[in-house]
Nanobody, 113 residues
Framework: VQLQASGGGLVQPGGSLRLSCAASISFSIRIMGWYRQAPGKQRELVASITGNGITKYEDSVNGRFTISRDNVKRTVYLQMNSLKPEDTAVYYC?????????WGQGTQVTVSS
């Protein structure tokens, strides 16, 4: 397994979750990203981080989500606050641009009361 995402679950609107993604690929120089795929929709990139910590966010999550990384542990994180029902999706990590041969199973995030 090259990318293993974890930390998802069921949370109420307004709640928080922290996702983790452990990588077995060479890591420190790569731009890493969190993607999500909601039912019936295409997979989209929601946050990215360069090897030296420069971040970008998709507009709908900006100000609510924070991406970070630990290059020693080869792990990328996504702190998600103020969650909304529309954040419900399977969340994946991958490089940016994505490499189709290393997708992991993802982790389900469900935001519902």
């Amino acid at each position: 397994v090259q990318l293993q995402a974890s930390g998802g679950g069921l949370v109420q609107p307004g709640g928080s979750l922290r996702l983790s993604c452990a990588a077995s690929i060479s890591f420190s120089i790569r731009i890493m990203g969190w993607y999500r795929q909601a039912p019936g929709k295409q997979r989209e990139l929601v946050a990215s981080i360069t090897g030296n910590g420069i971040t970008k966010y998709e507009d709908s999550v900006n100000g609510r989500f924070t991406i970070s990384r630990d290059n020693v542990k080869r792990t990328v994180y996504l702190q998600m606050n103020s969650l909304k029902p529309e954040d419900t999706a399977v969340y994946y990590c991958n490089t940016v641009p994505k490499a189709d041969n290393i997708w992991g199973q993802g982790t389900q995030v469900t935001v519902s009361s």
